[in-house]
């Protein structure tokens, strides 16, 4: 090995990011000094902490193209997915609750639970939720939201980046065919946003959201845009309470953890190209130094349409989490769901056709800011290593070689 | 979720790993049992081969391959090492729990324990068939 690495390696960027030094020392004086609850509006330290969270939403604005108005802080993805599905649902509905017809909603089988729970949740009160179906690449596209979309179709709902295999969904397509039908359109954006260029003008997005943990801010924090003018968006409270954030969003501003969201907004739109390009190399070596000495390596989702720092790869005859183990040096994620009871693998590779046996067999890696050229080449050694290893112990792998098809057995079920 | 010692122990020195010929191979061959339970859908395959020497009656030798997490590998793995030295109706009497027990396997583990037994009931019931035994008991399945 060329140069020496620091073990355990993180390889799950995807998950969580580390919180950037500089995102932590902006923090630091809101928790000690300035620790003032902006909603104070009659003394300095409600105001020098409403001043700072002011700032923060003119960073995040600046990241994605929009209005400092327009953002409305949140305690992270989950509740920002909840409070633009369910609070546009409740909004635009065609009829009132506990009324059947009450709207038309489009989502994708492969969302994040985030956006599905809600959307059936919304089914039993009522609404109609049609989930698409991605092709074999993962892509959802502007031609497939057309195709379904009703006279009382009142909100689509399609994630831009896939949290488990980084494809990316027709975004600004889509917006614009939701503008044409004059349907509201929501983008879970955690994956994107301030890892790729974002504009919500340009992408004709009516909301979209964001979360500060996974682009080197902390967790606890996240936000939605909600658009003002063209048009005005309007969404029904989810959390009510002391009418915070123009009462869309009641509860004590977070001001240390906006703080932070807003410094890791800026840090992003700063290093925005140089990181793209970076982890872009990085993700194509891995895959490369991958595919090229094992057999039976398969990337998962769509080969160019996808953030340059998810990797998703299936390994044939070799179980994910058995493999997990194996690298234990490695942390990253498993489509392999040998933990849960259900025995179920990944819903969103299965949405894409893949069988359960190379759903079982994936690993989803990926880099962040930190990641280096040594840590990429220690994980294609390790993984290597014990890809060829756990292949000597699989019995698939000697049915393989022996010449007989997998598919074709009755298995067992159990 | 962190494993126990011994399933580390098993899953990174995993004993008896192999087979006694390809599946064409050992299915003509009367000494040996073969078991192979689960599916690749469910993440755990378990293949189980037992060598009984026909004279005493006792399994000789056993080896395992497995396409699973580490817990079905150190299930198998501990299933060969029981096996060695048993009668038939010995390898029958090894169950799930005591594999559990002995593994320390978590509550969401414990089908690997049950795969394992359902192996060694499904290699002792094949060498008895191909042997013209009476079949003790078949596998149960799930």
Same mark, same amino acid.
């Given at each position: 090995?060329?140069?020496?690495?620091?073990?355990?390696?993180?390889?799950?960027?995807?998950?969580?990011?580390?919180?950037?030094?500089?995102?932590? =020392?902006?923090?630091?004086?809101?928790?000690?000094?300035?620790?003032?609850?902006?909603?104070?509006?009659?003394?300095?330290?409600g @105001?020098?902490s #409403?001043?700072?969270v002011?700032?923060?939403?003119?960073?995040?604005?600046?990241?994605?193209?929009?209005? *400092?108005?327009?953002?409305?802080?949140?305690?992270?993805?989950?509740?920002?997915?909840?409070?633009?599905? !369910?609070?546009?649902?409740?909004m635009?509905? !065609?009829?009132?609750?506990?009324?059947?017809?009450?709207? /038309?909603?489009?989502?994708?089988?492969?969302? &994040?639970?985030?956006?599905?729970? *809600?959307?059936?949740?919304?089914?039993? #009160?009522?609404?109609?939720?049609?989930?698409?179906?991605?092709?074999?690449?993962?892509?959802?596209?502007? =031609?497939?939201?057309?195709?379904?979309?009703?006279?009382?179709?009142?909100?689509?709902?399609?994630?831009?980046?896939?949290?488990?295999?980084?494809?990316?969904?027709?975004?600004?397509?889509?917006?614009?065919?939701?503008? #044409?039908?004059?349907?509201?359109?929501h983008t879970?954006?955690?994956?994107?946003?301030?890892?790729? *260029?974002?504009?919500?003008?340009?992408?004709?997005?009516?909301?979209?959201?964001f979360?500060?943990?996974?682009?080197?801010g902390?967790?606890?924090?996240?936000?939605?845009?909600?658009?003002?003018?063209?048009?005005?968006?309007?969404?029904?409270?989810?959390?009510?309470?002391?009418?915070?954030?123009?009462?869309?969003?009641?509860?004590?501003?977070?001001?240390?953890?906006?703080?932070?969201?807003?410094?890791?907004?800026?840090?992003?739109k700063?290093e925005?190209?140089?990181?793209?390009?970076?982890?872009?190399?990085?993700r194509?070596?891995?895959?490369?130094?991958?595919?090229?000495? $094992?057999? /039976?390596?398969?990337?998962?989702?769509?080969?160019?349409?996808? $953030?340059?720092?998810?990797?998703?790869?299936?390994?044939?005859?070799? #179980?994910?989490?058995?493999?997990?183990?194996?690298? !234990?040096?490695? +942390?990253?994620?498993?489509?392999?769901?040998?933990?849960?009871?259900?025995?179920?693998?990944?819903?969103? %590779?299965?949405s894409l056709?893949?069988?359960?046996? %190379?759903?079982?067999?994936?690993?989803?890696?990926?880099?962040?800011?930190?990641?280096?050229?040594?840590?990429?080449e220690?994980?294609?050694?390790?993984?290597? @290593?014990?890809?060829? /290893? $756990?292949?000597?112990?699989?019995?698939?792998?000697?049915?393989?070689?022996?010449?007989?098809?997998?598919?074709?057995?009755? @298995?067992?079920? &159990? | 979720?962190?494993?126990? =010692? !011994?399933?580390?122990? /098993?899953?990174?020195?995993?004993?008896?790993?192999?087979?006694?010929?390809?599946?064409?191979?050992?299915?003509?061959?009367?000494?040996?049992?073969?078991g192979?339970?689960?599916?690749?859908?469910?993440?755990?395959?378990?293949? %189980?081969?037992?060598?009984?020497d026909?004279?005493?009656g006792?399994?000789?030798?056993?080896?395992?391959?497995?396409?699973g +997490?580490?817990?079905?590998?150190?299930?198998?793995?501990?299933?060969?090492? @029981?096996?060695?030295?048993?009668?038939?109706?010995?390898?029958?009497?090894?169950?799930?729990?005591?594999?559990?027990?002995?593994?320390?396997?978590?509550?969401?583990?414990?089908h690997?324990?049950?795969?394992?037994?359902?192996?060694?009931?499904?290699?002792?019931?094949?060498?008895?068939?191909?042997?013209?035994? *009476?079949?003790?008991?078949?596998? &149960?399945? &799930?």
């Amino acid at each position: 090995m060329a140069q020496s690495v620091k073990t355990p390696i993180y390889l799950d960027n995807a998950a969580t990011t580390r919180c950037d030094p500089r995102v932590v =020392e902006a923090m630091l004086p809101y928790f000690t000094e300035e620790y003032g609850n902006p909603g104070s509006r009659n003394h300095r330290f409600g @105001w020098a902490s #409403e001043a700072a969270v002011d700032t923060a939403r003119e960073q995040i604005a600046a990241l994605i193209g929009a209005q *400092p108005k327009e953002i409305v802080f949140t305690s992270g993805s989950t509740e920002g997915n909840n409070l633009a599905i !369910k609070g546009a649902a409740a909004m635009y509905a !065609k009829a009132g609750p506990g009324q059947s017809g009450r709207g /038309h909603i489009i989502t994708a089988m492969h969302e &994040h639970k985030a956006t599905l729970d *809600p959307c059936k949740r919304l089914q039993k #009160e009522g609404f109609d939720v049609t989930y698409l179906e991605p092709g074999a690449d993962g892509i959802i596209t502007a =031609e497939m939201v057309r195709k379904v979309m009703r006279d009382d179709t009142i909100l689509v709902t399609i994630m831009w980046a896939n949290n488990e295999l980084g494809t990316i969904n027709e975004v600004p397509e889509i917006g614009a065919v939701c503008r #044409e039908k004059g349907v509201i359109f929501h983008t879970d954006a955690t994956q994107w946003v301030g890892k790729m *260029p974002t504009d919500v003008e340009r992408d004709n997005i009516d909301l979209l959201t964001f979360s500060g943990h996974k682009m080197y801010g902390p967790k606890g924090v996240g936000g939605i845009y909600v658009r003002r003018r063209r048009p005005r968006v309007r969404l029904v409270a989810q959390i009510e309470g002391g009418g915070q954030e123009r009462g869309i969003r009641s509860g004590t501003l977070n001001v240390t953890g906006i703080v932070g969201l807003g410094k890791a907004a800026e840090l992003c739109k700063q290093e925005m190209e140089s990181d793209q390009q970076r982890l872009l190399a990085l993700r194509n070596r891995l895959e490369k130094g991958l595919s090229g000495t $094992l057999e /039976h390596v398969q990337v998962n989702g769509h080969r160019e349409r996808r $953030l340059p720092n998810i990797s998703n790869i299936s390994f044939g005859f070799v #179980e994910g989490e058995g493999l997990m183990m194996a690298i !234990k040096d490695i +942390c990253c994620s498993s489509g392999s769901a040998c933990t849960s009871a259900s025995l179920e693998p990944s819903y969103v %590779l299965k949405s894409l056709g893949i069988g359960d046996d %190379l759903a079982h067999s994936s690993l989803r890696l990926s880099m962040g800011r930190w990641t280096t050229e040594a840590e990429i080449e220690f994980a294609i050694e390790k993984i290597t @290593w014990a890809v060829n /290893h $756990l292949r000597d112990l699989s019995p698939l792998y000697d049915m393989h070689k022996e010449g007989i098809d997998i598919n074709a057995i009755e @298995w067992q079920n &159990h | 979720m962190a494993y126990s =010692e !011994k399933v580390i122990d /098993h899953y990174e020195r995993p004993r008896n790993v192999g087979i006694f010929g390809t599946t064409k191979e050992v299915k003509e061959r009367k000494d040996v049992g073969v078991g192979i339970v689960g599916a690749p859908e469910c993440g755990d395959v378990m293949q %189980l081969q037992i060598k009984v020497d026909p004279k005493t009656g006792k399994i000789e030798d056993a080896k395992f391959k497995t396409f699973g +997490c580490g817990s079905a590998i150190a299930s198998s793995s501990l299933a060969t090492e @029981w096996l060695k030295g048993k009668t038939l109706e010995e390898g029958l009497g090894i169950k799930n729990t005591q594999i559990v027990e002995e593994l320390s396997l978590p509550p969401v583990k414990i089908h690997c324990s049950v795969l394992a037994e359902d192996a060694i009931r499904t290699a002792i019931a094949d060498y008895q068939r191909k042997n013209g035994l *009476p079949v003790s008991e078949e596998a &149960h399945h &799930h």
